[in-house]
T-cell receptor, first 113, second 116 residues
């Protein structure tokens, strides 16, 4: 099925470092979302973006909805060990069309204390 | 705050058996989505319901069916199970059109289905 290109695939960083990951698509979306998933658990919503160009923060997390509506990035500042997990971006067309989520390929984050 | 509830959390079945997965959405949420996540993969959309009617359909095998009931809970029925059906199955719920901007989906903890 359709996927979003997410990079990097994995990151191994030291505690306290900043992290950046991004997602690109060949088609536009009206909503971008970022989820974090722990092994064997459901994705947990981190940030939702509804407007092109929007920049939103949630604690140490900051995400932006690209102006072309075809990309988004997520930044994590001052990483801590509990940030470990898989981060997924997801795009949603919505607006009367389909509301299903199209997920990115995921970024595995490992944080060394 | 109440979250999406899924049951069972783990299920082991033999090939060709049937399975029923249940999803209880967040209170006041009227829209339910089902996703399948294979090992090391991202979640793939299967089917969704809004106000008890099917609203969208993805890559769901014909062996699978689903419905949403009057209390908004949903069940995913899987028949003639195959080894390849082993996966995590997630349900997500949302406020649907009443949610205003976007249709933000909140995921349950998932059901891990193992087919032997």
């Amino acid at each position: 099925g359709q996927q979003l290109n997410q990079s990097p695939q994995s990151m191994f960083i030291q505690e306290g470092e900043d992290v950046s990951m991004n997602c690109t698509s060949s088609s536009i979306f009206n909503t971008w979302l970022w989820y974090k998933q722990d092994p064997g658990e459901g994705p947990v919503l981190l940030i939702a973006l509804y407007k092109a160009g929007e920049l939103t923060s949630n604690g140490r997390l900051t995400a932006q909805f690209g102006i072309t509506r075809k990309d988004s990035f997520l930044n994590i500042s001052a990483s801590i060990p509990s940030d470990v997990g898989i981060y997924f971006c997801a795009g949603q067309l919505g607006g009367g069309a389909t509301n299903k989520l199209i997920f990115g390929t995921g970024t595995l984050l490992a944080v060394q204390p | 705050a109440a979250g999406v509830i899924q049951s069972p959390r783990h299920l082991i079945k033999e090939k060709r058996e049937t399975a029923t997965l249940k999803c209880y959405p967040i209170p006041r949420h009227d829209t339910v989505y089902w996703y399948q996540q294979g090992p090391g993969q991202d979640p793939q959309f299967l089917i969704s319901f809004y106000e008890k009617m099917q609203s969208d359909k993805g890559s769901i095998p014909d062996r699978f069916s689903a419905q949403q009931f009057s209390d908004y809970h949903s069940e995913l029925n899987m028949s003639s199970l195959e080894l390849g059906d082993s996966a995590l199955y997630f349900c997500a719920s949302s406020l649907g059109p009443a949610g205003g901007l976007g249709d933000t989906q909140y995921f349950g903890p998932g059901t891990r289905l193992t087919v032997l």
